[in-house]
C-alpha cells in the first residue's frame, strides 16, 4: 500500500525496545487536565485523542484536548471506539466524522483510528461471527475512506483480532495497524501484517499521560504519514 511504504524503518515482530522511534500517547476523558507543553518537553511528538463511541457518545474533553495538542505542536488525530452491537460500520464511521474524526492533508492531522477490541459491557465479541465482524470493519473502513480519502488505522490485539474476527486476513492492503501489546517486544501481529505503524507498549509513563505509543519509523516519516504522501 503506499501510505504504509512511506515508513522508514520496519519493526521485528519478535523483538524491539520501546524506547525507538517517535513517542506519542493516547488519551481519552480519563485524562481531562495536563499540559501538553509540558508533554511536548518530554519528547512526545504525536497523540490520538478519543473523539466518539457508538453513536452516542462524544468525549467532553475532546475540544480541549484537541485544541492543546494543535497548540504544543504535536501532531495529531482521533479515534472512535467501535461498537458493533448497536449500529453499522458505516454509520459509526459517519458520526465519528461528524464530531472530531475527519483528516486533512496539513501534515499536523492523523488519519482517524478504529479501536476494536473485546466489548467491555457484555458478548466479548458483540455477539457477531466471525464473518459479520469482518464485514462490519470493512463497512466502517470503506465509510471512512470514501468521506476523507483515507482509511483508518486500526487499534486491536492480535488475540482479539484471532478470537473475534478469526485471523481474517487482508487488511493490511488498505489499514495501517496499531497494535496494543504491553510488554517489552510486540510479538505476533494478526494475520498478514508483516510490522506494524503504531506499537502501544505501556500505560501512563514519564512521557505524559494515557498509554505511551512509539511510531514504526523516525520524524519525518511520521510527518509524511499524517500528510498522506
Known amino acids: 500500500m503506499k501510505l504504509l ?59 480541549m484536548q484537541y485544541t492543546g495538542a494543535t497548540r504544543a505542536g504535536v501532531i495529531r488525530g482521533s479515534y472512535h471506539f467501535a461498537r458493533p452491537d448497536i449500529s453499522s460500520g458505516a454509520t459509526q464511521a459517519k458520526y465519528f466524522i461528524a464530531h472530531g474524526g475527519g483528516w486533512s492533508a496539513d501534515g499536523l492531522t492523523l488519519p482517524g483510528a478504529l479501536d476494536i477490541e473485546y466489548n467491555p459491557y457484555g458478548s466479548r465479541c458483540y455477539g457477531l461471527s466471525h464473518n459479520a465482524m469482518v464485514s462490519w470493519i470493512k463497512d466502517f473502513s470503506n465509510t471512512y475512506h470514501s468521506k476523507t480519502g ?7 490485539t492480535t488475540d482479539y483480532w484471532k478470537s473475534c474476527t478469526g485471523d481474517a486476513r487482508g487488511f493490511q492492503n488498505n489499514n495501517p495497524l496499531w497494535i496494543a501489546r504491553w510488554g ?46
Open 5 to 63: 511504504s512511506t515508513l522508514a524503518l520496519l519493526f521485528s515482530v519478535s523483538v524491539v525496545s520501546a524506547v525507538s522511534g517517535p513517542k506519542g500517547i493516547d488519551v481519552s476523558s480519563f485524562q481531562d487536565t495536563f499540559s501538553w507543553s509540558k508533554v511536548k518537553s518530554k519528547g512526545v511528538q504525536f497523540a490520538y485523542i478519543k473523539a466518539t463511541e457508538g453513536t452516542g457518545y462524544r468525549n467532553p474533553a475532546f475540544n
Open 184 to 229: 517489552s517486544s510486540i510479538g505476533a501481529l494478526p494475520a498478514g501484517y508483516q510490522y506494524t505503524t503504531f506499537w502501544q507498549y505501556a500505560q501512563s509513563g514519564s512521557s505524559g499521560p494515557g498509554d505511551q505509543n512509539i511510531f514504526n519509523g523516525d520524524a519525518a516519516g511520521l510527518k509524511r504519514f499524517a500528510k498522506g504522501s
Open 150 to 156: 483515507r482509511y483508518p488505522v486500526i487499534y486491536t
